[in-house]
T-cell receptor, first 111, second 112 residues
Framework: GQQLNQSPQSMFIQEGEDVSMNCTSS?????WLWYKQDPGEGPVLLIA?????ELTSNGRLTAQFGITRKDSFLNISASIPSDVGIYFC???????????FGGGTRLMVKP | DAGVTQSPTHLIKTRGQQVTLRCSPK?????VSWYQQALGQGPQFIFQ???????QRGNFPDRFSGHQFPNYSSELNVNALLLGDSALYLC???????????FGPGTRLTVT
């Protein structure tokens, strides 16, 4: 079945540092999304991307939809303690339909 | 503006039993999807409902079934529970004509 390979699996960084994580696939997708999940809660949508090459920002977060439509990355600038959590990439062949998720990147921020 | 709500929050069942989980979509949304998230993994798509019909299904056995009601709320039923069914069950909603899916807080199911 389709799989998304997300890396790194975990990151332990100093407050104020920038963070980068990415997601790759052997299949083409038409939509890429990034979610953040805190313990005991559901994933919260951070950024949605619908066009190859698209670069979108949401505050300190920036994400890009790869030109090949097989990858995406998420950058977080000037990290703060509340950025702690698990970040998931997700992708779909048709917007809004079945989402395929990556394995997640666990982010830990040291104050 | 109410977001996606799910009930119950937690549930403990015995192997072989049946369970029903409930979801109310975000206001204005008409499409509901269910996902299973095992510990330490990303969510896995179970199925999606629109206009009270199952529209798409993931790689889950027939023990997993669902229903959507005229008010767009949905139920997930799992029969003959197995230990491996222990997971966080997430409901996500969207507008059929929209692109973005919003998740509820999930129901934590433990099968003993």
């Amino acid at each position: 079945g389709q799989q998304l390979n997300q890396s790194p699996q975990s990151m332990f960084i100093q407050e104020g540092e920038d963070v980068s994580m990415n997601c790759t696939s052997s299949s083409i997708f038409n939509t890429w999304l990034w979610y953040k999940q805190d313990p005991g809660e559901g994933p919260v949508l951070l950024i949605a991307l619908y066009k190859a090459g698209e670069l979108t920002s949401n505050g300190r977060l920036t994400a890009q939809f790869g030109i090949t439509r097989k990858d995406s990355f998420l950058n977080i600038s000037a990290s703060i303690p509340s950025d702690v959590g698990i970040y998931f990439c997700a992708a779909a062949n048709n917007a809004g339909n079945m989402l395929t998720f990556g394995g997640g990147t666990r982010l830990m921020v040291k104050p | 503006d109410a977001g996606v709500t799910q009930s119950p929050t937690h549930l403990i069942k015995t192997r072989g039993q049946q369970v029903t989980l409930r979801c109310s979509p975000k206001s204005g949304h008409d499409t509901v999807s269910w996902y299973q998230q095992a510990l330490g993994q990303g969510p896995q798509f179970i199925f999606q409902y629109y206009e009270e019909e199952e529209r798409q299904r993931g790689n889950f056995p027939d023990r997993f079934s669902g229903h959507q009601f005229p008010n767009y709320s949905s139920e997930l039923n799992v029969n003959a529970l197995l230990l491996g069914d222990s997971a966080l069950y997430l409901c996500a909603s969207r507008k059929w004509t929209g692109n973005e899916q919003y998740f509820g807080p999930g129901t934590r199911l433990t099968v003993t």
